[in-house]
């Protein structure tokens, strides 16, 4: 078994073959890497209220040889995340309830964020990461797509692109199309789509048509169920869980500023120019507050 591969790498590539019944264990699965690193499968059966012949089919319909190697990657999962934080977020929490002291929603907020940083760091896979940025520099344009609340997480990741190069696209706002975008898109470019469940269908049919063409394609979303995962050349799933009634980007914007730090530190003399300039011109033309 490739060690390289996560259980939501196996999942998302065949999410969409999958029968409702073994879509509602590999979601279980996915979901409760605990139960089932730690847990009999008869237990597991029991708790997710699917019989354990579905968790056999499941192992055949992933590719698996045996249940024990699902339960390896959740091990695989579970060792790659802490407890340091959740145990301090515990311990906060108790002081305020032993002070008197009403929990506020600022501190929830605020733990779930760093908690879904600190998930991130310790989940994601470096040498994705790393192929993901490479083929970021060697693109002959990037294209950014992102619709519904990730179309200004989009924005921003092509506002911060366009710093260190020209080729950096942002499609479907300020009237630059994305029918005549994806018309001039070759194997030479990268388009990063960022979508959180619901999915936006612009997003998901975008994300095809340009794996069609070839374009190298990476993928930011917060469900191994996204359509458009196994298309993806780099397919990288964020935490978002947040006490709000939507989704958190707090993560997401970790990724992308992570990814152009890489970016700048890859491009050399050349983006570090281009930066210079940037900011000579933005003076020039007054966009600074002058204090």
């Known amino acids: 078994m490739d060690e390289k591969v996560t259980i939501e790498d196996r999942v998302s590539a065949r999410y969409e073959s999958l029968s ?19 847990r009999s499968l008869r237990s597991v059966a029991a708790s997710s209220g699917l019989t354990p012949p579905t968790f056999s089919r499941l192992v055949r319909a992933l590719d698996f040889e045996s249940y024990e190697e699902i339960r390896e990657l959740c091990r695989d999962t579970i060792s790659r995340q ?30 779930a964020s760093v908690s879904s940083i600190e998930k991130q760091a310790n989940s994601l ?11 970021i520099l060697r693109a002959r344009r990037v294209i950014l797509v992102g619709a519904l609340a990730s179309a200004g997480i989009a924005e921003y990741f092509a506002y911060l692109g366009r710093w260190i190069s020209e080729r950096w696209l942002m499609v479907g706002r300020n009237d ?27 997003s998901m049919n975008a994300a095809r048509i340009a794996a069609e063409k070839g374009v190298f394609l990476i993928v930011i979303t917060d469900r191994h169920s996204c359509p458009v995962l196994k ?32 970016l700048v530190s890859r491009a ?19 966009e600074y507050w002058a204090l």
């Open 20 to 38: 409702g019944q073994l879509r509602a264990a590999a979601d279980y699965v996915v979901e409760n890497p605990m139960d089932i690193a730690m």
């Open 82 to 111: 802490t407890v340091s934080f959740s145990e301090r977020v515990q311990r906060l929490q108790s002081e305020e309830a032993n002070d008197g002291v009403r929990d506020t929603f600022l501190l929830r907020q605020s733990a």
């Open 125 to 135: 896979d470096a040498d994705k990461l790393d192929a993901a940025v490479d083929a």
């Open 176 to 202: 630059i199309s994305l029918g005549p975008a994806l018309a001039q898109a070759t194997s030479e470019d990268v388009m990063i789509v960022i979508t959180m469940s619901p999915f936006g269908k612009r």
């Open 231 to 262: 298309q993806a050349n780099a397919g990288f799933i964020v935490p978002t869980e947040s006490p709000q009634f939507f989704s958190s980007y707090v993560s997401t914007v970790v990724l992308i500023e992570s990814m152009m730090g890489m």
């Open 268 to 286: 050399g003399e050349k983006a570090s120019a281009r930066i210079q300039e940037v900011e000579h011109n933005n003076h020039r033309l007054e």
